[in-house]
């Protein structure tokens, strides 16, 4: 079997098609039976009210895992995918990567790729999900990077990790100080957070702000990523935490000032957009 970690680097896009991922506009992915999309749409209504159970949560993604709807769900976020995954890719670093919530793998195995020389582990809550992804990672031949089904609330690593990575995994306006201790407990010194949680409202990033405040680290990087969702564009704030950095830290007026800036700017030129449509 040809090591894919060894071959030419490969682009995001064309990785992702080896998953059924389509980010150019004009690749569709089939659409799922009628059955089964009103099986999605009601097993995603408690992920929708917020603070979903477990169970819940599990329940949608080991539906979801099926190639079919996978391919066809995932190809509707692919803009989204491809712009949180470029920006993780410019801020690993280190021998040893965390990716929390990692689905089946599809930007886990991404950095992995493009990362040969580092130890890759992606965990996710199912199981259905953990399968697809080492299966995908057999077939491109990906030998520095394993996954586990694991929740990441009862997660104890046997070593600590230089890059953490948690695109809307564990992370979002409702995790408490004490789930961001324990995620950061988990890194080495100097260590980074590498997060791009759904934070869509200044309030959720308020939110969020006064979890991360008791602790002692430092928002190092800041950043929107926009992206096309169909005939819409959507936006997510993207960031970078660690503990002990040397780099300048940015106020907590600094940070709502960059939130609010930044979402008008995404709206202003939505409005453009549409203007000009």
Same mark, same amino acid.
């Given at each position: 079997?040809?090591?894919?970690?060894?071959?030419?680097?490969?682009? +995001?896009?064309?990785?992702?098609?080896?998953?059924?991922?389509?980010?150019?506009?004009?690749?569709?992915?089939?659409?799922?039976?009628?059955?089964?999309?009103?099986?999605?749409?009601?097993?995603?209504?408690? +992920?929708?009210?917020?603070?979903?159970?477990?169970?819940?949560?599990?329940?949608?993604?080991?539906?979801?895992?099926?190639?079919?709807?996978?391919?066809?769900?995932?190809?509707?976020?692919?803009?989204?995918?491809?712009?949180?995954?470029?920006?993780?890719?410019?801020?690993?670093?280190?021998?040893?990567?965390?990716?929390?919530?990692?689905?089946?793998?599809?930007?886990? /195995?991404?950095?992995?790729?493009?990362?040969?020389?580092?130890?890759?582990?992606?965990?996710?809550?199912?199981? /259905?999900?953990?399968? /697809?992804?080492?299966?995908?990672?057999?077939?491109?031949?990906?030998?520095?990077?394993?996954?586990?089904?694991?929740?990441?609330?009862?997660?104890?690593?046997?070593?600590?990790?230089?890059?953490?990575?948690?695109?809307?995994?564990?992370?979002?306006?409702?995790?408490?100080?004490?789930?961001?201790?324990?995620? &950061?407990?988990?890194?080495?010194?100097?260590?980074?957070?590498?997060?791009?949680?759904?934070?869509?409202?200044?309030?959720?990033?308020?939110?969020? &702000?006064?979890?991360?405040?008791?602790?002692?680290?430092?928002?190092?990087?800041?950043?929107?990523?926009?992206?096309?969702?169909?005939?819409?564009?959507?936006?997510?704030?993207?960031?970078?935490?660690?503990?002990?950095?040397?780099?300048?830290?940015? /106020?907590?007026?600094?940070?709502?000032?960059?939130?609010?800036?930044?979402?008008?700017?995404?709206? *202003?030129?939505? *409005?453009?957009?549409?203007?000009?449509?």
């Amino acid at each position: 079997m040809t090591d894919c970690n060894a071959a030419h680097p490969v682009s +995001l896009s064309n990785h992702l098609m080896a998953f059924g991922i389509h980010v150019q506009s004009d690749c569709t992915s089939p659409m799922p039976e009628l059955r089964q999309l009103k099986r999605l749409e009601q097993l995603s209504r408690p +992920l929708n009210k917020g603070r979903p159970k477990k169970a819940d949560v599990v329940a949608f993604y080991e539906f979801l895992a099926s190639p079919r709807l996978a391919s066809w769900g995932h190809s509707n976020k692919a803009d989204a995918i491809r712009v949180t995954g470029e920006f993780v890719l410019q801020e690993l670093e280190g021998e040893r990567i965390l990716d929390i919530g990692c689905n089946m793998g599809y930007l886990t /195995s991404w950095y992995a790729r493009q990362n040969p020389a580092a130890r890759v582990l992606g965990i996710d809550l199912s199981p /259905s999900c953990i399968e /697809s992804a080492q299966r995908q990672a057999v077939k491109l031949g990906i030998t520095n990077l394993r996954y586990a089904v694991a929740d990441g609330a009862r997660f104890f690593p046997d070593q600590q990790f230089d890059s953490i990575v948690d695109t809307q995994g564990m992370i979002d306006s409702q995790t408490d100080t004490a789930t961001l201790a324990k995620i &950061l407990s988990w890194l080495k010194p100097n260590g980074k957070l590498i997060c791009v949680p759904a934070l869509g409202t200044l309030t959720k990033f308020s939110a969020f &702000l006064d979890a991360l405040a008791p602790l002692h680290v430092q928002i190092t990087t800041y950043n929107w990523l926009t992206f096309s969702a169909g005939a819409n564009k959507g936006a997510y704030p993207a960031m970078v935490i660690r503990q002990d950095a040397t780099e300048s830290k940015l /106020s907590r007026e600094e940070l709502v000032a960059e939130y609010q800036l930044g979402l008008l700017d995404f709206r *202003q030129q939505n *409005q453009l957009e549409r203007n000009c449509a």
